[in-house]
Each structure stands twice: as structure tokens, then as C-alpha cells.
């Protein structure tokens, strides 16, 4: 077997999806290549097998031969020791090809993930790309799985045909034809209960849906009551589920029926022609067994085939959506010649609103419209869509330099950061030599890993969701503290956590962040009150700098903006706030 | 913290598996019956065939040969329709067992005690929702009717080679001890395996997920390298899991190629050497030889679908076992003296020995609003939930009107005590049925006057179709403060005269809070609050604030008296407001 998962799943050719199919299998010819042959051998090896028990009842059993019954039951089990070996080798490698396939599906979209980065999901829906993960990859793998049978099937039909067409050129002609009219006689069924399948399908959802609805909104149930409501409408639609799949029955039926009676049929017309033959002396009774036999083994290359031609279908469909997702290309792209790193300590300007980050402070932003800070925030780290040239960092634009060095020396944290899972620290610390213990003692975090028996050795659930939404929110700013680059940008870091906490948080910061450059977006007034500088914009436009205090004093603008956070009686209290505010 | 739900045991679901038996007696033993009779007539072919090779063999005329195959023809015939309403009859079956299972298991679910939904988390519910309602929907719509028709057939078929001679018992008798040896070896590694090969794949798509949503962060963080190698590692772990079940199979497999030819052969060998011996004819040695060869295929589907069966019995333990989840509430029957809320000495520990709140009183006026504040772990919600009868106090007394919040049978208990949290599910179905649900039977008019009272009245109205938009997943989307003007509307619609906020308003931009906080304040207008405070200004407002550090009340007071008290709630507001 080979070795999984591969280092590089290589440069997928993603212009159609038959070529991506192609591609696919390209990669991994030679196991597919050695799957097709046993799978032949395995299919051969039951094809014979009718003929091997003719012989063995005309020369063995008819003819009271018993050495020569020996020696063809002989046969027969060797043929059958073949059959079984090439089967589980046929087996193992087609396992080796769904999972050589599957897995390449699966490092092609991370990688190709990875290097869009944010970009991903402003061009796709997420779920897009995690059914990818779901379901594709499993349907790409078949298409490969099913190939090594396919050519056994193919292979294993001629055969028969061969036999037959030698012992009968009537009977020969009749299976060579009537075999694949009688597939297509199955065929006008196929598409009502394909129908009906896919409705059965989609209340079967629907249905999953209304459970998980239920469950995912218990708590809230448990609160304010309507067990009942939801009990009524569940019952509702599990039974128009049930009905639905009542209707598929009907049809399943129909053709699980049929599935006997087409090579049935199929038997009977070729042990009624064998019949009459062996009657008139033409071929042995050992030979109208063996056409038995066939008759009744052709329907398993033939289900293989139909089995092929479905999954090509649906892989091409499976990889309709990858080559989507593998075309993307990333907005921030990498310049053909970038400009010299500018030196440490340069100041980082935005030209289009006119804020300057002073390097070693720590700067607050506050916008009339939060979502301006946040924009701006992500623009300062070139995370923003489009990029544009109007950030600077010692004066050379942001889009000039290597996109490595500038995530190296400017880290972005925004409020929706994924915490991922694995162990704590790892988590914590992605430089390897970060100091965790003090960024999660200035984000406040210590209590969240008290509560854990593992520590820093616990391992974190997907997504974080282990932890409350102000837990994550503490743990996700020790990790960008913890990183230590040059200049951090914060986007509303403390937005969910109480006022104790984020007044300690605020009163920390600034010491853990001594001597290096930080930009937090707040309105928070303990958050602000923190900061060296504060920035206030105004329709996309710095319009005013200074301390807290001094924003405060000056600005009635700034004045309603903070004391929107807080009490709608602070307003008629600004005027002693004033006061206080100044006298620092 | 958290508990594990319990799964059925073996008793408990043979059991319930025989009382859903018993309820649709009819059915089940029509489709039996049926599928009988259909495999009996797939037996004719075999005999027919065999009489054909006799008769030629013998000497005979093609009228004779027409007669037989047009016998074999009328059997097929027979077949097909046994056949059709048989496998009509048990999907039917099928479909109104697993419509009762899954009814009940909701209903189970729908039951469950406030506490162990807290405690369990959602993950294990969800899992048994929607992962084994789907392979026991599969293994009772496909594996079962697949098993139960196969065995049906071949014991039909193995009673019918019996039937041609009893020598045919001897090679398919010496077939049975591999296959019986092999099963079981298989049987007992399979399930876990395949179980910890699917982790896997779930493994790889959480990762996937992760990698996919977080892909922002990943970039600014650079977290490329980490996240490549995660998946790979997962590749990597499922690779492995692949390659044990892979080896089961590798074993199992030709192991039961062999048991099925051993048969074959030694039928042909017994039945030859018994020709030569006169003792039988060559049509039984055909016949015999045939219908051995065509046990293969039943017992195959015995054989392999077997570990299906365990997957859905195993679906099925855990999904009777959320009925197994003993109530935590007993109901006394005693009827509370008006609405006084009281918590006296109370002591509470989700995990045993480690107490989080210590020895918590607080007496609760009518009418009165209580805010509570104190940093994250101290307690609040914990007591908040205590106060809303969500978990019982393992001392001490929570009471409403004298008598405990858990002596209260559910219904009765929202009336009074009502715990609104930062979760504001919007449930899938339209804003009607989403606010209906907290008072069944509830008017339009009703509705109305609950959104107006919210304030939300305005927005629905300007919806499609008002009232009956559709709303929650998959329908329309709702903001962040509708979803919660809905949770405030049917609070409005409850009609608790005592309310536990836990950051009702947190997690919701600023700019929106104050639009909610009016709506908040129609809410809560006449009625008694406590409120969970995540921003200090909803503290200035109460007219109490208690403080709560390290599972304790440390201060309690008006807001003047504790700013002028000097203590923690001072300090805090003092920095609040810039003075700090």
C-alpha cells in the first residue's frame, strides 16, 4: 500500500471537471492500474465458473468418471481460491484508490483554503467548501473505487460472450443483446423513483432539521415553555415523511420485483434455447447448466457498469464544485519585485482617513459607525477587501511589500477570530516561544485555566465552543498578545466580557504592550482611558486626536459616542464627567 | 461540568424492539409470510432445471422441455409479485417503525429535566438527533428488510436442497464452521472499528470547517503551515483507522470466500460419487449442486449486513436512553402563597466537593429589580439559574411564596419564574409559531399586542408575510436584536410575574442595545427582575445591586449606597467613569 496522506497532493487541473476527474486519476494510475487487473482476474474467475461445474457434471458426474470429477472439483476449487485472492486484492486496492483520491480532494481545498485566506469567504459560501469535505470527496473516491470493477466487468462480459458465441452464435447474440435491453428496461422507473427518492431525501432533512432546531433551542424552551408546539409539528412531519417514503415503496417495489423478474426472464429464454439444443444433441447437459450460469452471472457486470456510469455522474458533479473552489485566486497578491522592509519603528499612516501610529503606543480608535474602525483596523493589517495603497508603512505602501513580512510584523485580531482546536498551548503560543503565561494574565484569562484540570494540556473543542463567548474572547487576545509582533491591532477585544474584567484587561495592556506599538478599536470608556492616544473618526476622517480626557473636554461628538455605551443618564451628567475628566 | 446522557442496554432495547413488534402484529407477519412464499417460488428454477437435465439425459422431446420452461416461466411470474408486495409490505413497516421511534425520541427529548440539558451540553443531543436517527433510519429502511429477506431465503433454500437428499446437510454443514469461526472474530472488532474510522472522518471535516471559517484568521495569524499539517495529521489518523478495518476485511473476506466454496465443491464431489453409486439421479446432483451454489448469495447478505445491524442497535441504545434520564424535579402538589422569592443559605456545586456558591441569601420584593454584577466565575449565572428553578440547590431552599421552585410542575413554574439568556433561538417555522409556542393558543390579536409591546411590531409587519414569514434557518434571516425582540415578545406573551435576565442585552452591538432596552423596559414593566449585568449601566438602575465574588454576595445595596460604601462596585465605577 502507499504511503497517506501524500506530502504534496500536487497542482490539480481544475479548467473542466472531466479534466479534473482526469487529473485525479492520472496521479494515481498505477494503482488503479494494478485494481483493474485483479479486478479482472476476479470477474474472470467467476465468469468460468458456470463452465468449470458444466465440465465437471458432463466428464465427472454424467460420464461416472470419478477421477476426472475429482480432478475438475479440483478445479473448481482452485478457481475459487484465485476468485477469493483477487477479490480481497482487487478489495485492498480499491480501497487504496477511494482513499489516495479522497485525501488529495481534501489537502487540495486546505491548501488551496490556506492560501486564499480571507479572500475565501468574501468569493464562496463556506458551506460550499465544507460539503467539499462532506460529501465530494467521498464521490470523487468512488469514481476511482468503482473503475478497477468496471474494467473487470467489461473484461468478464466479453468472455461470456466469447464462450457463448463458440458453443451458439443464436445464444451468444442473445446474451450479447438482450443483456443490455434488458438494463434498459429497468430504465423508465429509474427517473419517478429517482423523484420521489430525492423528495424522501429532502423531508428527511427538513425533518433532521426540525430536531436539531428543537434540541439546538432547548435551553430556550426549557425557559418560556412550548414542548408542546414543538412536539405537535414534529409528529407533523414525521409523518409526511413517513408518507413520502410510503410513495418511494411503491416504486422500490416495483423494481426490487423487477430485479427478479428481467433476469429471470433472461434465464428462462436462455435455459429454453439451451434446452432445446441440448434435446437435439447440440450441446451436453453439463453445457445448459453452464449456460445457466452465465446467464445468471452476466447481471453482475452489468450492474457494475450502471453502477460506474452513476458515480461518474455524480463525481463529475463532486468536482464541478472543487474546480470552483480551486480556480479562486487571493486578492493580496505577492509583488513581483517587493520593496525593502522598512526599518523598525517606522510609523504606520493611513492616508485615506489620516491617521498616524505613532510606534510604542498604544492607540485607541472610536468611530461614529463602528463598522469604520473595524474596516479601518483590518486595512492597517491588509485584511481588508479590495487592498488598496493608502496604508503606509514607513512610507512604502503596504501592497509593495512581501504579504509575509507585513503579516509577520502586523497582526490583526478581530472580534470573530477563530479560536481552533487541539491543545491549549499550542493554540496559545503559534510562535513556539511566546510567553503565554503573562499575555493570558493581562487578558485576565487566569481563571479560564484554573477551571481547566488539564491546563494548558486540555484540549480544546472545535471552533472553542467549550468556552463561553467572553472566555473565547479573553483566550483569542492572550494569543495575539502572546505572538508579540511589532505593531498589534485589536478589534473590539473586550466586546464581550463584564466590566470588572475589562477594566483589568484595559489596566494591563498597556504595560504588557510597553515599548511596542498597539492599536485597540473600543468605545469603551475603561478601554479608552487606557490608551496613549485616541483617535476619533468621523465619516471615514480622524477628526480629532488626544487622551481620553482630552476627547472628552473638547469634543461633544466624542462625548455622545462614549456615553452611548453607557447610561442614557450619563448625558445630563457630561457636564460633572467634564470636570472630572479634566482635572487628571 | 459536563455529564454524558445514558445509553440503553441490551435489555431495554430488545424490549422496546419487541413492543413496536407487537403493535404492528399484521403487517409483520403478513410481509414475513409473503417474503416466504416469494423465495419459495424463486426455488423452482433449480428443480426445474434439474428435471431438464434429467429428461435430457433420458431422452426426451422438445414438447416436454416447452412444458417445463413454460412452468418455469409461470414460476418466475409468481415470484416477481410475491416479491413486489413483500418488499411493499416491510417498507411500509419499516417506515411506520422508524416514524414512531423517532416521534418518541423527541418527545423523550422534549422531556428531558432543565438541568441535564444544561449540563449535557447540546453536542451529545444533537449527535444522537441527527447521526443515529440517520443510521437507524438507514438500517431499518435498507439492512433490516435486506437481512430479514435473506435469511428468510436461505433457510427456504437450504430446507429445499434438503428436500433433493439429506446428504446435501453434509458439504453445506461442513461449510458453516469457518464461517462461524470467521464471523465472529469479525464481529468483534468490527464495530469499533468502523465506529473510530467515521471519528475520523468527522475528525477531518471539523478541521476542514475550522480551516474554511477561520480562513481570515488564519491569514492575519499565519496560520497556514498549522492548519495544512492539522488536516494532514487527520488524514493521517484516518488512514489509519482505514487500514485496521481494512485488515478485518482482508482476513474476513477470503475466509468467507472459502466457507461458501467448500460447499460447492464437496456437492458436486459427495453428489457424483453417490451417482456412481445409483443412489441418486443426475438431476438431484444438479438440482443440490444449484441450490447450494445459490445459499452464497443469502447468507453473503446475513454476513455483511450483520455489522449494520450492530451500527443500528447501537444508534438505537443511545437513543432510548434519553428516556432513561430521571427527572430532577419532584412535584409536591403544594401551591405557592403569592410571589416572594427567597434564596436561603444556598450552596451549590456542579461537580461533587466543589462548591460555587457558598451560603447565598437573598430576599427578592415584589416588584423589585435586583441587578446582579461581579467579574466572570464568580457565580451569577449559577445563582441566576437557581433562582429561575433550573437546578435544584444541593443545600438550602430557593421558594417562591414558601414553596421550592422544583416542588412546581414546569408549567406552573414558568408562570411564575420565567430565565431569559444571551441565547435568542430563533426556531425554524414562521414569527407566529416562534411566539405562540410560550402561550399555546394564543390570538393574533395577542401576538400583536406582544410585538407592539417589544416594539417589533413595526418590522414584522413590513415583512412578505407579516406574521407568517418564515424565520430561523433556512428562512429568513433575522438581526441580532429582531431575534431578541422575538425572545422578548414571548417572554411579554408568558407572562411571568418574575424574571432572571442573564445578559439578556450582551453580545449585541451598542448602537442596537439601547433600541432593545426599551423594549426591554415594556417587558419588565410591573414585573419583579433580577439582571444578570454585563454593562454596569443597567446596575445604575435597579434598586438593589448586589455583588457577587468568588460564589458569595459581597455587597448588597442601592447604587448610591454602594458607590458611597467605598467598596469593589465603587471602585468599578469610578473607573467607568474615567476616574480611575
Request: net charge negative; hydrophobic share 45%.
Amino acid at each position: 500500500m502507499r504511503k497517506l496522506p501524500l506530502d504534496h497532493p500536487g497542482t490539480a487541473a481544475h479548467g473542466s471537471p472531466g479534466g479534473f476527474l482526469w487529473w485525479v486519476a492520472r496521479k494515481q494510475w498505477h494503482t488503479l492500474a494494478i485494481g483493474m487487473l485483479f479486478g479482472i482476474v476476479w470477474m474472470s474467475a467467476q465468469a468460468v465458473m458456470p463452465a468449470v461445474i458444466g465440465r465437471a457434471i458432463d466428464e465427472g458426474v454424467a460420464a461416472k468418471d470419478t477421477s476426472r470429477l475429482a480432478e475438475w472439483a479440483a478445479v473448481l476449487f482452485c478457481i475459487g481460491l484465485v476468485q477469493a485472492g483477487a477479490g480481497i486484492m482487487r478489495h485492498r486496492f480499491a480501497v487504496t484508490n477511494w482513499l489516495t483520491a479522497a485525501y488529495r480532494v481534501v489537502q487540495l481545498v486546505t491548501r488551496q483554503s490556506v492560501r486564499l485566506g480571507g479572500t475565501l469567504p468574501r468569493r464562496v459560501s463556506t458551506g460550499e467548501v465544507v460539503a467539499i469535505g462532506t460529501n465530494d470527496l467521498s464521490h470523487i473516491g468512488q469514481v476511482m473505487d468503482v473503475a478497477a470493477r468496471f474494467a473487470g466487468a467489461v473484461v468478464s462480459f466479453v468472455v461470456v460472450a466469447v464462450i457463448l458465441l463458440q458453443t451458439s452464435v443464436t445464444l451468444g447474440l442473445v446474451v450479447l443483446i438482450g443483456v443490455p435491453l434488458l438494463m434498459l428496461g429497468v430504465a423508465p422507473l429509474l427517473s419517478p423513483l429517482q423523484r420521489r427518492s430525492a423528495h424522501q431525501r429532502h423531508l428527511m432533512g427538513r425533518l433532521s432539521n426540525t430536531a436539531s432546531d428543537i434540541v439546538g433551542g432547548l435551553r430556550v424552551l426549557r425557559g418560556i415553555g412550548g414542548e408542546q408546539v414543538f412536539s405537535a409539528r414534529y409528529r407533523r412531519e414525521s409523518q409526511t415523511t413517513r408518507a413520502a417514503g410510503v410513495r418511494v415503496a411503491q416504486f422500490q417495489s416495483v423494481l426490487d420485483a423487477l430485479q427478479v423478474f428481467l433476469p429471470g426472464l433472461f434465464v428462462v429464454v436462455v435455459v429454453w434455447l439451451g434446452a432445446r439444443y441440448a434435446v437435439q444433441g447440440t450441446i451436453t447437459p453439463g453445457e445448459l447448466v453452464a449456460f445457466y450460469g452465465y446467464s445468471a452471472f452476466l447481471m453482475i457486470p452489468l450492474r457494475t457498469a450502471t453502477e460506474y456510469a452513476n458515480k461518474v455522474i455524480r463525481g463529475r458533479v463532486a468536482a464541478a464544485r472543487i474546480c470552483r473552489v480551486l480556480a479562486l485566486e487571493p486578492e493580496v497578491t505577492v509583488p513581483a519585485h517587493p520593496a525593502p522592509s522598512p526599518a523598525v519603528g517606522s510609523d504606520l499612516v493611513d492616508t485615506r482617513t489620516g491617521l498616524v501610529v505613532h510606534t510604542g503606543r498604544l492607540t485607541a480608535i472610536v468611530s461614529e459607525q463602528p463598522d469604520d474602525s473595524a474596516v479601518l483596523a483590518d486595512r492597517l493589517g491588509m485584511a481588508a477587501s479590495p487592498v488598496d495603497d493608502d496604508v503606509r508603512f514607513g512610507g512604502t505602501p503596504l501592497t509593495a511589500l512581501d504579504p509575509a513580512e507585513v503579516r509577520k510584523r502586523i497582526v490583526v485580531s478581530d472580534t470573530g477570530a477563530m479560536l481552533f482546536s487541539g491543545r491549549l498551548g499550542d493554540g496559545l503560543d503559534l510562535t513556539g516561544h511566546g510567553d503565554v503565561r503573562r499575555a493570558l494574565r493581562t487578558a485576565s484569562a487566569g481563571d479560564i485555566l484554573e477551571a481547566l484540570a488539564e491546563g494548558l494540556d486540555t484540549i480544546v473543542a472545535e471552533r472553542g465552543r467549550s468556552f463561553s463567548g467572553g472566555q473565547r474572547q479573553r483566550l483569542v487576545l492572550a494569543r495575539a498578545l502572546a505572538i508579540d509582533p511589532e505593531i498589534l491591532v485589536l478589534v473590539e477585544p473586550t466586546s464581550a466580557v463584564d466590566a470588572h474584567t475589562e477594566a483589568r484587561i484595559a489596566a494591563r495592556l498597556r504595560d504588557h504592550r510597553t515599548g511596542r506599538t498597539t492599536v485597540v478599536t473600543s468605545s469603551s470608556p475603561l478601554m479608552l482611558a487606557a490608551a496613549d492616544v485616541v483617535a476619533f473618526l468621523v465619516g471615514g476622517r480622524v477628526v480629532a486626536t488626544g487622551t481620553h480626557a482630552d476627547l472628552l473636554d473638547t469634543s461633544p461628538a466624542y462625548r455622545r459616542v462614549v456615553a452611548r455605551e453607557s447610561d442614557p443618564d450619563l448625558e445630563t451628567e457630561t457636564g460633572e464627567l467634564q470636570k472630572s475628566g479634566g482635572s487628571r | 461540568m459536563r455529564t454524558h446522557l445514558p445509553v440503553a442496554d441490551g435489555r431495554a432495547v430488545r424490549s422496546y424492539v419487541g413492543s413496536l413488534a407487537r403493535r404492528h402484529p399484521r403487517m409483520l407477519y403478513g410481509a414475513l409470510a409473503l417474503h416466504v412464499a416469494a423465495a419459495l417460488a424463486g426455488l423452482a428454477a433449480p428443480r426445474l432445471l434439474g428435471d431438464l437435465v434429467q429428461a435430457v439425459e433420458s431422452g426426451t422431446t422438445t414438447d416436454h422441455v416447452d412444458r417445463i420452461v413454460a412452468l418455469l416461466a409461470v414460476f418466475l411470474v409468481v415470484q416477481t409479485v410475491l416479491t413486489r408486495f413483500a418488499r411493499y409490505l416491510s417498507q411500509v413497516l419499516g417506515e411506520q417503525v422508524l416514524a414512531e421511534l423517532r416521534e418518541d425520541f423527541v418527545d423523550n427529548t422534549l422531556a428531558l429535566p432543565v438541568g441535564v440539558v444544561e449540563d449535557a451540553g447540546s453536542g451529545d443531543l444533537l449527535t444522537r438527533t441527527s447521526r443515529d436517527v440517520d443510521q437507524l433510519g438507514w438500517s431499518v429502511r435498507m439492512a433490516l428488510p435486506e437481512w430479514t429477506i435473506a435469511v428468510v431465503t436461505a433457510v427456504v433454500t437450504f430446507v429445499a436442497a434438503l428436500s433433493v437428499g439429506w446428504w446435501v446437510a453434509i458439504p453445506c454443514l461442513l461449510g458453516v464452521p469457518p464461517l462461524v469461526i470467521g464471523l465472529r472474530w469479525y464481529l468483534k472488532r468490527a464495530k469499533d472499528g468502523y465506529l473510530r474510522e467515521s471519528a475520523t472522518y468527522s475528525q477531518i471535516n471539523a478541521t476542514l470547517t475550522e480551516t474554511v471559517e477561520g480562513a481570515r484568521t488564519v491569514e492575519a495569524l499565519g496560520l497556514g503551515r498549522r492548519r495544512i499539517e492539522a488536516v494532514d495529521d487527520d488524514i493521517a489518523a484516518s488512514y489509519r483507522a482505514e487500514r485496521y478495518t481494512l485488515f478485518l476485511r482482508t482476513v474476513f473476506f477470503p475466509n468467507m470466500e472459502i466457507a461458501y466454496l467448500i460447499p460447492t465443491v464437496l456437492t458436486l464431489l459427495f453428489g457424483g460419487y453417490l451417482y456412481t453409486q445409483d443412489q441418486v439421479t443426475l438431476g438431484a446432483v444438479t438440482t443440490a449442486t444449484l441450490y447450494v451454489q445459490m445459499l452464497i448469495d443469502p447468507v453473503d447478505r446475513i454476513v455483511s449486513i450483520l455489522d449494520e445491524l450492530q451500527l443500528g442497535a447501537a444508534s438505537l441504545a443511545r437513543l432510548l436512553g434519553v428516556a432513561q434520564v430521571p427527572d430532577d424535579r419532584e412535584v409536591s402538589g403544594r401551591e405557592p402563597e403569592g410571589e416572594h422569592l427567597a434564596a436561603d443559605d444556598v450552596r451549590f456545586s456542579y461537580v461533587e466537593g466543589r462548591d460555587v456558591l457558598h451560603g447565598v441569601d437573598l430576599d427578592v420584593g415584589v416588584g423589585e429589580r435586583i441587578a446582579m454584577v461581579g467579574p466572570s466565575g464568580a457565580g451569577k449565572s449559577t445563582l441566576g439559574r437557581l433562582l429561575a428553578g433550573i437546578h435544584p440547590p444541593r443545600t438550602g431552599s430557593v421558594t417562591v411564596g414558601r414553596v421550592g421552585l422544583v416542588e412546581l410542575p414546569l408549567d406552573d413554574l414558568r408562570g411564575h419564574v420565567a430565565l431569559v439568556t444571551q441565547e435568542h433561538h430563533v426556531f425554524v417555522g414562521t414569527v407566529r409559531e416562534n411566539l405562540v409556542l410560550a402561550r399555546p393558543g394564543s390570538s393574533d390579536a395577542d401576538v400583536r399586542a406582544a410585538l407592539a409591546a417589544v416594539d417589533a411590531l413595526d418590522w414584522v409587519e413590513a415583512l412578505p408575510e407579516g406574521l407568517d414569514t418564515e424565520v430561523g434557518s433556512g428562512g429568513r434571516a433575522v438581526t441580532a436584536p429582531q431575534a431578541q425582540q422575538i425572545a422578548l415578545a414571548r417572554l411579554v406573551l408568558a407572562d411571568p410575574h418574575t424574571l432572571v435576565l442573564d445578559e439578556a442585552t450582551s453580545l449585541i452591538d451598542p448602537r442596537a442595545a439601547r433600541h432593545l432596552e426599551r423594549s426591554l423596559a415594556a417587558v419588565l414593566e410591573g414585573r419583579t427582575v433580577i439582571a444578570i449585568a454585563h454593562r454596569l449601566f443597567s446596575a445604575h438602575d435597579a434598586d438593589r445591586v448586589a455583588v457577587v465574588e468568588d460564589g458569595r454576595i459581597s455587597e448588597l445595596g442601592s447604587h448610591d449606597e454602594l458607590v458611597a460604601a467605598g467598596g469593589s462596585y465603587a471602585a468599578l465605577w469610578d473607573s467607568w467613569h474615567g476616574r480611575g
